[in-house]
């Protein structure tokens, strides 16, 4: 499917479920991808902090990208995750998502090197699809404000600008990111990148969002952001205020939480890959009270 080119875009970082035996479940994956392109989302993130990338092997995160591919029907889009400080290594990378079936690339920030500006004039015009920048220095850890900064608001603006890059997701740092939207040409998308912050985050700019949230909440998501893109901050607020307990109480526990919401909507999550632990059956109804207060289930 061709990339949307109508805001707002909402994608969202995949789980990946697992069978009993601690493999990957393609199954599961391929009934869920039929589930999702029933929805509002407007495409996948492959390869990220949600689908537990740090607890699969290349060869597993390559066959992932290809049953999502295979099982959406031209539905959708995908975008593949790279987050690597090498230039060779994010360069084989890219191209090997692209091969099985990405048709965009979120490249993160490299957190290795001091050389950013640098790493990307070397990789972006040798990746094969458009790439997306990612500015999320600490995977997994989006508490908000003290996320760590990997590069000056006006040197993000640059890279943003450059030729085969898409867009931008932003960080959890609301202060820093409304300058960096003063930086980005507003014809690229801006992309928010957490559930808590719908509302602020649109409020400044952003006009899309890659977020775990929009696993379970696509719709509410695209409301909240088309309301404010409209001028109608009333209705973002009240859909927002009612659901982000739910974001906070899934988001609370990683991806033991984002499959225990899936659970409940008749998505097969399932537990995370080992050693990480389901959530606890007290906790799951946490979980399961503030998706009811959301109006999720």
């Not at 920030?109 to 220095?137: D, N």
């Not at 898409?166 to 409304?178: H, L, M, P, T």
């Not at 040409?185 to 985050?201: H, I």
């Not at 700019?205 to 696993?215: R, S, V």
């Amino acid at each position: 499917m061709p990339i949307p080119t109508s805001n707002p875009i909402i994608v969202a970082p995949s789980p990946t479920p697992f069978k009993a035996d601690d493999s990957v479940d393609h199954a599961a994956i391929e009934r869920n991808v039929d589930k999702w392109v029933k929805t509002p989302l407007s495409g996948f993130v492959l390869n990220s902090e949600n689908g537990e990338e740090q607890f699969l092997s290349e060869v597993e995160r390559f066959e992932i990208v290809r049953t999502v591919n295979n099982a959406r029907n031209g539905n959708k889009f995908i975008i593949g995750g790279v987050d690597s400080s090498s230039v060779s290594d994010s360069i084989r990378t890219a191209e090997a998502l692209v091969d099985a079936g990405a048709e965009m690339i979120r490249i993160r920030i490299p957190r290795l090197t001091k050389f950013v500006t640098k790493y990307f004039e070397q990789v972006v015009p040798r990746v094969s699809a458009p790439v997306v920048i990612i500015h999320q220095m600490a995977p997994g850890m989006f508490a908000g404000g003290d996320a760590p900064i990997g590069e000056k608001a006006e040197v993000i603006g640059d890279l943003v600008d450059m030729d085969n890059v898409f867009g931008y997701i932003a960080s959890g740092n609301v202060r820093f990111e409304a300058r960096v939207r003063n930086f980005v040409t507003t014809e690229k998308p801006f992309w928010l990148g957490n559930g808590l912050l719908l509302l602020a985050m649109s409020a400044i700019g952003a006009n899309g969002a890659c977020l775990m949230f929009g696993n379970v909440a696509p719709a509410q998501c695209h409301e909240i952001i088309s309301n404010v893109m409209k001028g109608d901050l009333a209705a973002a607020q009240a859909i927002h205020s009612r659901i982000v307990e739910a974001d906070h109480q899934i988001l609370d526990h990683g991806a033991a939480g984002i499959k225990a919401a899936l659970d409940l909507l008749g998505y097969d999550g399932g537990a995370p890959r080992l050693p990480n632990r389901s959530v606890s059956n007290e906790d799951r109804k946490i979980i399961k009270a503030a998706m009811k207060h959301a109006q999720l289930i």
